[in-house]
């Protein structure tokens, strides 16, 4: 499941045309933006633990550039939005990302990342979409029990 959602996130970045430079392939630049989506640091990722080989203000560069696209889009109509998370470790430690898109124009609508996997992490995720939203679309999961609570909390089907 990693790999389908990180990949599917990565080619989605890469077609928004976020980075235009890549000295520094995108797939690096996407996990030093997940990671701090997490809760690191721009400075804890590059100086003290070495993930990434650049400067503490360069990823803070790439975290703006790529939360613009993201949260820029207008609120309308949406027919079905496609949640999911996966799992990346981080010096052993999991760390969950979660992605929502809109089914029809397959466009990222939001994209978080939490160190639990939780319904409170599902319906942060959610809560940040509807913002994208006009009504309340269906909303396609899998079988995972934190949905069912988070769901049921946003009044969703």
Not at 1 to 23: C, D, I, P, Y
Not at 25 to 34: E, G, I, T
Not at 41 to 52: A, D, E, K, Q, Y
Not at 74 to 97: D, M, S
Request: glycine share 6%; proline share 4%.
């Amino acid at each position: 499941m990693f790999w389908r959602w990180f990949v599917w996130l990565l080619e989605a970045v890469k077609e928004s045309g976020v980075f235009r430079r890549n000295k520094v392939s995108v797939d690096v630049k996407v996990r030093a933006c997940v990671m701090y989506m997490a809760g690191l640091s721009c400075r804890g990722l590059t100086v003290t633990s070495g993930l990434i080989p650049v400067s503490h203000v360069v990823v803070h560069y790439w975290v703006k550039a790529l939360k613009g696209p993201v949260q820029s889009y207008k609120p309308k109509i949406r027919r079905a939005i496609a949640v999911g998370e996966t799992v990346l470790k981080l010096n052993g430690e999991p760390l969950y990302v979660w992605a929502t898109i809109d089914v029809d124009s397959r466009r990222v609508l939001a994209v978080e990342a939490s160190w639990q996997r939780s319904s409170m992490s599902a319906e942060h995720v959610l809560r940040r979409t509807l913002k994208t939203c006009l009504n309340k679309p269906l909303i396609c999961v899998d079988r995972e029990p934190w949905y069912g609570d988070a769901l049921k909390s946003l009044g969703l089907k």
